[in-house]
């Protein structure tokens, strides 16, 4: 199984709601990411998990919450986020902090109304 | 056909000629490329990778070239096939896990 799963597809919300993006694999991958990536752009990374923890925050607004579960699971909680914060959300994982090579997801396409 | 990268973002070859996607990567330091393909709606998707101590490494019809004297990195795809048309990343990674991806490249293939 090579595959990182992304749950929803699709997320439209108002910029008062609190919604959870959900990703997960199960390749005994100990690294995680999640990226945010705009329209016809390159993905910019926003955080990093290591063995569950958060190690790399890249000075990412507060109304995006971050939780690693476990090892298999990723979810981004978000609240208060506002219109110009829609994009495909990626998440990612490589085998471990120190093998580069990742994988990703299919993405959640987050529209913020 | 041929693409430079950031200069010419967006590159039309015909079926069955090759290409060639340029990146110009940003930090000498770098020690680890990849190439990902990102078809619309779906996440990147890795297609080859190559080390600082190599120049030139082939998959099946990709071949993904390294001068890291200019800070080059290429991607070359033989016959070209419909299914090649994509936006293409160059990523590069210099501090562990963290990678940087390039600007993109588009790629039509014409039938």
């Known amino acids: 199984d090579t595959e990182v799963t992304q749950t929803p597809k699709h997320l439209v919300m108002g910029m008062t709601n609190k919604k959870s993006l959900k990703c997960e694999q199960h390749?005994?991958?100990?690294?995680m990411y999640w990226y945010k990536q705009k329209a016809k752009k390159p993905p910019e990374l926003m955080f990093v998990y290591s063995y569950e923890k958060l190690s790399i925050n890249e000075s990412v607004p507060s109304r995006f919450s971050p939780e690693c579960p476990n090892s298999s699971l990723l979810n981004l909680h978000l609240h208060a986020l506002q219109p110009e914060d829609s994009a495909l959300y990626l998440c990612?994982?490589?085998?471990?902090?120190?093998?580069?090579?990742?994988?990703f997801g299919p993405g959640t396409r987050l529209l913020v109304l | 056909g041929e693409s430079v990268g950031l200069h010419l973002p967006t590159l039309s070859v015909q079926e069955g000629d090759n290409s060639i996607i340029n990146c110009a990567y940003s930090?000498?330091?770098?020690?680890?490329f990849i190439w990902y393909k990102q078809e619309s709606g779906k996440g990147p998707q890795f297609i080859i990778d190559i080390r600082s101590n190599m120049d030139k490494r082939q998959g099946q019809r990709v071949t993904v070239l390294l001068n890291k004297t200019v800070k080059h990195l290429s991607l070359q795809i033989a016959a070209t096939q419909p299914g090649d048309s994509a936006v293409y990343f160059c990523a590069e990674n210099w501090a562990g896990n963290q990678f940087y991806f390039g600007t993109g490249t588009s790629l039509t293939v014409i039938p």
């Open positions: 390749m005994g991958h100990r690294a």
């Open positions: 930090n000498s330091a770098s020690d680890y």
């Open positions: 990612a994982s490589s085998q471990d902090p120190d093998t580069e090579t990742q994988y």
